[in-house]
């Protein structure tokens, strides 16, 4: 299907990429300034950064919740910092805590991850490590913030959508690269695959894993009917998932990565599950900006990622300064 925030050229090589690169070397270069001069300030607990390479979604959101919830397991206060993308509070001067807040304030990743464990937002990622800090937090996760210089990082790792890869492999206007695969490779610890494609597309030597996709709520949704109501980056994967409960869509309502829905959308969607007796079956991200008196009518695909046993071991020694 088409992905709203992807433009399809970037997958292949063309006239237009070609046409574009000059742009993309200017682009090169000013990210590669900024890594130069960074100077990332230091806390004094472990920082864990997931991020990826990729514009648009490559599974950070549920690697964040495997790793807060592991380390939860086995006793550690874990915070979550976050930019709050598109939330009007991330720009203040002071870190806010997510708590009774709303998408429009923290941003609708910030709202799934809170669900998890505290979250703190702001655009300068120290300050809010420093607050969490202050707040007794033990591990910092830092979610999406390989091309973030105002934290530094204990251990970075690199999650990769296998099914869409690293497109045409270009930097950003002509592909869908935040930043080169050499300059990523450096900053980097691991790679963490996700998704059903190819798990080497990046030739490293780096502890790589690859994470298995499990949908806890398989059995209440498999063989069903719904209306499916979706605004994110990588909505094919979200239809992937649902042909393989064997659900089937009688209509679909696609929007833009991060969309707030306004009252009236809600309504003319809600109105149609309610006219043809069906629910609508959305994604985590969309759920919190969908207000509470609407969601009996909607079911939440869960999902969440498995990773092998090495994958844990690593991530305890890293936050228990294990070499």
Not at 83 to 97: C, H, I, Q, V
Not at 221 to 249: C, H, M, R, W
Not at 297 to 309: G, L, Q
Request: glycine content about 6%; aromatic content about 10%; hydrophobic content about 40%.
């Amino acid at each position: 299907m088409k992905n709203l925030n992807r433009p399809r050229f970037w997958q292949q090589f063309n006239w237009l990429t070609l046409c574009l690169l000059p742009l993309s070397f200017i682009y090169r270069f000013i990210v590669y300034v900024k890594y130069i001069v960074s100077k990332p300030n230091k806390i004094n607990i472990p920082v864990i950064c997931v991020g990826n390479i990729v514009v648009g979604g490559a599974g950070k959101t549920p690697t964040v919740i495997t790793i807060a919830e592991f380390l939860q397991s086995i006793g550690k206060k874990v915070a979550i910092i976050s930019r709050g993308y598109k939330g009007s509070l991330s720009t203040n001067k002071e870190a806010t805590l997510v708590q009774d807040h709303s998408a429009y304030e923290v941003g609708d990743e910030a709202l799934v991850l809170s669900k998890i464990a505290p979250v703190y937002i702001n655009r300068d990622r120290f300050l809010a490590a420093l607050r969490a800090q202050r707040d007794g937090a033990e591990v910092i996760i830092m979610d999406d913030g390989l091309q973030n210089y105002t934290l530094e990082k204990d251990f970075s790792i690199l999650v990769i959508d296998s099914n869409y890869g690293l497109g045409n492999h270009q930097l950003l206007p002509a592909g869908p690269l935040r930043e080169s695969l050499s300059l990523v490779l450096k900053k980097t610890d691991c790679i963490v695959y996700t998704g059903e494609g190819k798990a080497n597309i990046i030739n490293s030597k780096l502890p790589t894993f690859i994470a298995k996709t499990i949908v806890k709520n398989a059995e209440l949704l498999q063989d069903k009917v719904f209306i499916a109501l979706y605004g994110i980056a990588s909505p094919e994967k979200f239809l992937t998932t649902l042909k393989s409960l064997n659900i089937t869509i009688a209509e679909k309502f696609i929007f833009g990565d991060h969309h707030n829905y306004s009252r009236g959308e809600i309504e003319v969607i809600v109105g149609l599950a309610k006219k043809l007796n069906l629910k609508i079956i959305t994604t985590s991200k969309d759920i919190v900006k969908i207000p509470l008196p609407h969601h009996p009518y909607i079911e939440v695909v869960e999902i969440e990622y498995i990773f092998p046993n090495e994958f844990y071991s690593l991530i305890f020694k890293v936050t228990n300064k294990i070499d």
